[in-house]
């Protein structure tokens, strides 16, 4: 009888111990099943958040895409979405205080003479260089081929900011040049700086061969870089934007020299100072190069200036 009930007992054990094992593999299985069903998750995420965007934009506009034209389109497009926006406000200024408070100089009005001779300049040299140039370009150039893959979220913001270190490098060392030899001042960059406060329409206002600088080099740098073609495109838009915002003539709260934290950016105060001394902040997007040139100032805000002087 006690050794029947000890067989018993051994059996059950033995039971019990297969179950258990059986359930810490099935657990272990299932433990593993689900980090690798993470880590392929996490690896499309990583490889391919921007896929399905990149994906409609073949699929719907492929032919709009791998056109030359399409760089100078989205450049023209935003530059002109922009200076509408900002003519507005330049327009509604005068008569709206909660506009007005966030003019880098309140007493300066952009009057209807203003908005017509920068936009004539700026309408005169598409015309008659940038609109030429992007005919040949869509004549003689073959369609751009398109990778089947969007970049990695980390790639394309990692490809912005290389472009905007390699260009404002190539652009501080051009300006520079153009201010400190005379012959190069009057003959080509003398007419950005017939303004001395500036406004949205004043970013264009630029001679030919400036016009053609900055352009050239927004689109030679991502090919330089061996970027993905939509890193390109933004690089292309975020330029535009930030020279409107450096010339529009406002320090709104939300301006990039406000968000990018050190001082490391340049940003509408610093350019606005750049207008008023020439001699000095001849970077598009960060400050560090006129720090390191001796190039740098940073004019007290405006507001300060006027409280100072009431107090005196």
């Known amino acids: 009888m006690l050794a029947d009930i000890a067989s018993i007992l051994t059996q059950l054990a033995t039971s019990q111990s297969h179950v258990q094992s059986l359930g810490i593999s099935r657990k272990s299985m299932y433990s593993k099943s689900m980090l690798e069903l993470s880590n392929t998750t996490w690896g499309l995420s990583d ?19 791998r056109s030359p034209l399409f760089p100078v389109i ?65 004549l003689w150039r073959p369609p751009i081929p398109l990778p089947r893959e969007a970049p990695s979220v980390p790639a394309f913001l990692l490809g912005i900011v290389g472009c905007m270190v390699v260009f404002d490098f190539q652009y501080y ?21 017939q303004y ?21 080099w927004t689109t030679v740098d991502p090919l330089l870089l061996q970027v993905h073609c939509l890193t390109a495109w933004a690089f ?56 390191l040139g001796g190039t740098a100032t940073m004019p007290a805000p405006v507001k300060a200036k006027k409280r100072v002087e009431k107090e005196a």
């Open 47 to 65: 490889r391919s958040m921007l896929q399905p965007l990149w994906d409609y934009l073949q699929q719907n506009h492929e032919s709009t895409l």
């Open 74 to 138: 989205i450049s023209v497009s935003t530059y002109l979405l922009l200076v509408f926006l900002y003519t507005i406000l330049d327009l509604l200024a005068p008569s709206c205080p909660m506009i007005r408070r966030y003019r880098i100089h309140q007493e300066h009005t952009v009057t209807w003479s203003n908005i017509g001779s920068t936009l004539a300049l700026t309408t005169y040299n598409h015309l008659l260089y940038i609109f030429p140039a992007a005919v040949a370009q869509w």
């Open 173 to 193: 060392l051009w300006h520079l040049l153009h201010h400190r030899v005379s012959w190069l001042y009057s003959t080509f960059h003398a007419v950005h700086h």
């Open 196 to 216: 001395r406060q500036t406004f949205s329409l004043v970013t264009q206002y630029l001679s030919a061969w400036e016009l053609f600088s900055v352009g050239f």
């Open 236 to 291: 292309m838009v975020f330029n535009v934007w930030v020279a409107t915002e450096d010339h529009c003539g406002y320090e709104f709260p939300w301006a990039m020299h406000r968000l990018v934290p050190f001082g490391l950016w340049g940003g509408a105060l610093r350019h606005d100072a750049h207008h008023q001394q020439p001699g000095t902040n001849f970077a598009p997007f960060f400050s560090h190069w006129d720090w």
